[in-house]
Every structure is written in structure tokens, then in C-alpha cells.
């Protein structure tokens, strides 16, 4: 959990990115503050390489909307991947962002309906757990895969992936709440269509 750091004169003259640094890393609780709540401090060294530079820290390597988009762009212009592997919007956030959806299972070869289990997955309900979006990167690269472990798995379930729950709010640069300044984990029994909707959307497409 070492802190991340990104200088923009670095990137320039040497194609270096995002680096882990720093030393003498603490994570302590401080005293009790006036109204009797407990905070915590994160410290550490760092020495920075350039004056005049724009640097940025982070404690995972990000990963953005603009990122995401990308991949799916990838998966929809591969002519294998397409082919099982649907990209869908499950609807449109607060801010008018796509929630993307992606229906991933092996095409049935056969003009009869195939009942498959399916298995629903998501991520990102956190604007700033940028982690979990690389783990679901990870998932995606694995089950889109050509290995016969992913082909018996497509061709056994249905797999609906919703990579981004809240794209408004990593745009935004919030760390656990959307433009409605709510944590949407924390309202998947809200009917409140209008103020989570991509909550509403997932929930109703599971119960379908």
C-alpha cells in the first residue's frame, strides 16, 4: 500500500508513469477530537524529482471512464470476442453517463431456448476503489480468454457484467458517493428510480 505518484515532467522526458513511492509510511489513530470522533493520519517521506513540476498521489493506479470505454471498444472491434460477448447500456446515470452491460455466454447453436444460470457481476460502485475496476479487467480478460476453462464456463453460464455501477461519481472524483452525494451501496432497496439508477437497473435485471 506503498503511495502512488505521478509527475508530469517525468512522463514527459522518460515515459514514466505511475510509480509506487515514498518511505517512512505510518498509519496511526490520532486523539479524540472535540466532539469525541477518532481520525487517522497517513504519513510519509518523499523527495520530489523536479521544481516546477504538477504531480499527483494515489493510493491505488486509476483507472478512469475514459479507460473503461476504451477496453469495451477493444472487445467490441474483435472479431472473436464480439461474437460472445455483448456490450449493452443498462441505462443512463444522473449525469447522463452510460452504465454500460456486458451479456457474455457461448451462442447457442441451436433454435430452441437453453435455460443457462446465470452469474451477475459488478463493480465500481465506489468511485474511488479504482482496484476493483483492475480486478474486473483482470475477470474480463480471463473469461473473454481462449483457454478451455473460460470456454466451458461460457458455454455453461450466462455472465452479465456491469463494470462501472457509478461512472458520475469516478468522472466527478468522488471516492464513495454519486452526484447525489449518497453511497449507492447502501441503497439497493431505494425505489427511487430517478436518484439511483443504475441501482434500480441492476435490481431489476437480476429479479428478471
Not at 33 to 42: I, N, P, T, V
Not at 51 to 78: E, G
Not at 159 to 182: A, E, Q
Request: hydrophobic letters at 35%; one cysteine or more; glycine letters at 6%.
Amino acid at each position: 500500500m506503498r503511495p502512488l505518484f505521478y509527475s508530469e515532467k517525468e512522463a514527459e522526458a522518460h515515459h514514466i508513469g505511475w510509480k509506487r513511492t515514498g518511505d517512512q509510511i505510518k498509519y496511526y489513530r490520532n486523539n479524540l477530537g472535540q466532539d469525541g470522533r477518532r481520525f487517522f493520519s497517513l504519513t510519509w517521506t518523499f523527495q520530489f524529482p523536479h521544481s516546477k513540476d504538477t504531480c499527483y498521489f494515489a493510493h491505488c493506479y486509476p483507472y478512469t471512464y475514459a479507460n473503461l470505454q476504451d477496453y469495451l471498444a477493444v472487445i467490441c472491434n474483435d472479431p472473436v470476442k464480439s461474437k460472445f460477448c455483448k456490450v449493452g447500456v443498462l441505462c443512463h446515470s444522473l449525469a447522463r453517463n452510460m452504465v454500460y452491460v456486458l451479456t457474455i455466454t457461448t451462442p447457442s447453436r441451436d433454435s430452441g431456448p437453453r435455460k443457462r444460470k446465470a452469474v451477475i457481476l459488478t463493480a465500481r460502485v465506489h468511485p474511488g476503489e479504482s482496484n476493483s475496476s483492475w480486478i474486473m479487467k483482470g475477470f474480463l480478460d480471463y473469461i473473454l480468454g481462449e483457454s478451455s476453462d473460460a470456454q466451458l464456463l461460457r458455454d455453461t453460464f450466462v455472465f452479465k457484467v456491469i463494470p462501472m455501477l457509478n461512472p458520475d461519481g469516478v468522472i466527478v472524483g468522488n471516492y464513495r458517493c454519486s452526484l447525489t452525494g449518497r453511497d449507492l451501496n447502501r441503497n439497493y432497496k431505494s425505489i427511487l428510480k430517478e436518484l439511483f439508477p443504475s441501482i434500480w437497473h441492476t435490481r431489476n435485471m437480476i429479479r428478471r
